[in-house]
Nanobody
Framework: QVQLVESGGGLVQAGDSLRLSCAAS??????MGWFRQAPGKEREFVAA???????YYADSVKGRFTISRDSATNTVYLQMNSLKPEDTADYYC??????????????????WGQGTQVTVSS
């Protein structure tokens, strides 16, 4: 059974850092990514990592967020620095066995985690 389990969300102040983790089990994935969804908004792309280590970021997080993966544990991380109130959202881990998917499209991913909430206060 394939599972993606996120952890690491929480309530922080603007300027603080958080690290989200997504532990995958059941299979390996060539592409893993993070999306976020704020209340009343559509789910949006945040970052992705494509095998072996190509990384991609939304313009809104470039320079502040870093995605990485530990292949030994099948875990992907999202290090979030200099957090802003506009980063407040539910963050979702996404994964797909293919490295050919359109990484910025939520519909391209076949597997999703349950989400973890990130709240940044001003």
């Amino acid at each position: 059974q394939v599972q993606l389990v996120e952890s690491g969300g929480g309530l922080v102040q603007a300027g603080d850092s958080l690290r989200l983790s997504c532990a995958a089990s059941g299979r390996t994935f060539s592409t893993m990514g993070w999306f976020r969804q704020a209340p009343g908004k559509e789910r949006e792309f945040v970052a992705a990592i494509r095998w072996p280590s190509s990384t991609y970021y939304a313009d809104s997080v470039k320079g502040r967020f870093t995605i990485s993966r530990d292949s030994a544990t099948n875990t992907v991380y999202l290090q979030m620095n200099s957090l802003k109130p506009e980063d407040t959202a539910d963050y979702y881990c996404a994964a797909d066995p293919s490295f050919l998917i359109t990484i910025v499209k939520a519909g391209a991913y076949n597997y999703w985690g349950q989400g973890t909430q990130v709240t940044v206060s001003s």
